[in-house]
């Protein structure tokens, strides 16, 4: 049986190398040994490693993979090549950087304790200028910032969106170094997340690009345009609720589309923003109440501004009716468009905040369900102002 001590100084023997190198050391042991010690590698590193084993060894490379969950920093992950003991000196930490394969792909060197597990990194430049006989624990940075294989890459990229390293360490439960992720792939992730949240707000999977086959894209798409045109006989139905009203002041029909563009564009600016606030991990200091309130007062103010302009035009266009009930109906539009802006606003941060609860991804056709909300309010509220302030 081998002893633990053994396999864990094999590990650490494996990590260091490059996999070519990792390949042939582990050949010259039993299949039980290489089951072992693959079986506490990342599963990015025991794959390129496989691709070096003889064929008769590759099999069992194979029963020792673990499966990655997908969009966890271990889908992510590369092999941790510069994880040295505390007790290093300088001068053995500079000759293993000059004897390694790669030298050029490690940014920092990090220094764990006698039981393996990360205390603390030292930066290339501090070892350069520190005195040969100190040790790595004398000039590392102690405590540094790590992140977990089962961590969701969404709060990675949250994690890591203030700190700008180049590279983070990733350590498993015991704080063991088990393999590094590169900033850029964090930072890359984000920016598809990102460029992803404008198809998704209408029902277009972040999968899809622009050389998606015909037949894949239409699969994608089709079920959420039945789930608007549904959502959209909502909306209908409210406006046919007030069929007699629309039939006495024919004008109002004209001013239905204009009040749900006008509340749907003020809507998707709140929602635009709280999903960027998610996405960037500012809702997780940024009260909701407060990002409420905030949406509610801009409404209130593009809703004023935008209401005013309309109620004139309204105003305008029942010159025939008496001035009575011309001043009424553009007060209905005034009163409506304020009402109807401060809702979708309330609309665009609920929206993406409610199908997270759920578990959906806060992106995902959200403007579909926005609209709905954000028609039914305001054209319900217009219908019945005009219904109460002018019938």
Request: aromatic residues 6%; proline residues 5%.
């Amino acid at each position: 049986m081998n002893k633990p001590d053994d396999i864990a100084s094999l590990v650490r023997a494996v990590r260091a190398r490059v996999p070519m190198d990792a390949a042939q050391m582990l050949a010259k042991e039993s299949p039980e040994r290489i089951g072992a010690v693959l079986a506490e590698l990342p599963q990015v590193f025991v794959d390129r490693i496989k691709a070096y084993l003889p064929p008769e060894l590759q099999l069992q490379a194979s029963a020792a993979l673990t499966e990655v969950t997908e969009n966890t920093v271990g889908e992510v992950m590369d092999p941790a090549l510069a994880v040295l003991p505390e007790t290093t000196t300088i001068e053995e930490a500079i000759a293993f950087l000059r004897n390694h394969d790669t030298p050029q792909q490690i940014t920092y060197i990090y220094v764990t304790d006698a039981e393996d597990r990360l205390i603390g990194l030292t930066v290339i430049r501090d070892l350069i200028l520190a005195a040969p006989g100190q040790t790595l624990k004398d000039v590392m940075l102690p405590e540094p910032f790590a992140l977990t294989t089962d961590m969701e890459l969404t709060d990675a990229v949250k994690a890591a969106i203030h700190r700008h390293y180049p590279v983070y360490p990733v350590v498993d439960p015991d704080h063991h170094v088990i393999g590094v992720v590169r900033g850029w792939r964090l930072f890359e992730r984000q920016a598809i997340e990102i460029s992803a949240q404008s198809g998704q707000m209408v029902g277009v999977d972040k999968e899809e690009r622009l050389y998606t086959g015909i037949w894949q894209a239409f699969k994608m798409r089709h079920h959420w345009l039945q789930v608007n045109l549904l959502t959209a006989f909502l909306a209908g139905f409210v406006v046919s609720l007030f069929e007699g009203t629309i039939t006495q002041i024919v004008t109002l029909a004209a001013f239905l589309p204009i009040l749900a563009g006008q509340s749907g564009n003020t809507g998707c600016q709140a929602l635009a923003i709280t999903l960027r606030g998610m996405t960037l991990g500012d809702m997780d200091s940024y009260p909701v109440r407060k990002l409420i309130t905030k949406e509610l007062v801009l409404g209130a103010m593009n809703g004023v501004l935008t209401g005013i302009v309309a109620g004139l035009a309204m105003y305008w266009m029942s010159g025939g009716d008496s001035a009575h009930n011309a001043l009424m109906l553009g007060l209905v539009i005034l009163l409506a468009m304020t009402g109807a802006c401060m809702a979708s606003g309330f609309f665009g941060v609920l929206v993406p905040l409610i199908l997270k609860r759920f578990g959906a991804d806060p992106a995902t056709a959200s403007s579909i369900f926005l609209t709905t909300g954000t028609d039914i309010a305001g054209m319900g509220l217009m219908l019945v102002l005009a219904t109460v302030l002018v019938l």
